[in-house]
């Protein structure tokens, strides 16, 4: 079963940063690309950032592109998102996911973790 665990959300003020980390078990992953995304209060979920488990083929949203960093360690099986120079509109709920290469829908998904970005 495969488990996604998210941590590391807080509150912090514009213009600090943030690594939020995500635990992943229950198999082996080298066959996964991993993502974040994010949902605030009355929007629909959007995507933030993926990678391929193996570290390679990152892909950014354009609103975090820059700022943002995906990343991957194997020996932890975690992945990262490191969040720098946060903006109030960078506020929601992230969620950790992952999906098969070649599969087009993330199969599973973290619970969640909470950002907030104070002006």
């Known amino acids: 079963q495969v488990q996604l665990v998210e941590s590391g959300g807080g509150l912090v003020q514009a213009g600090g940063s943030l690594r939020l980390s995500c635990a992943a078990s229950g198999r082996t992953f080298s066959s996964y690309r991993m993502g974040w995304f994010r949902q605030a209060p009355g929007k629909e979920r959007e995507f933030v950032a993926s990678i391929i488990w193996s570290g390679s083929n990152t892909v950014y949203a354009d609103s975090v592109k820059g700022r943002f960093t995906i990343s991957t360690d194997n020996a932890k099986n975690t992945v990262y998102l490191q969040m720098n120079s946060l903006k109030p509109e960078d506020t929601a709920v992230y969620y950790c996911?992952?999906?098969?290469?070649?599969?087009?829908?993330?199969?599973?998904w973290g619970q969640g973790t909470q950002v907030t970005v104070s002006s």
């Open positions: 996911a992952c999906r098969r290469l070649g599969n087009s829908e993330y199969d599973y």
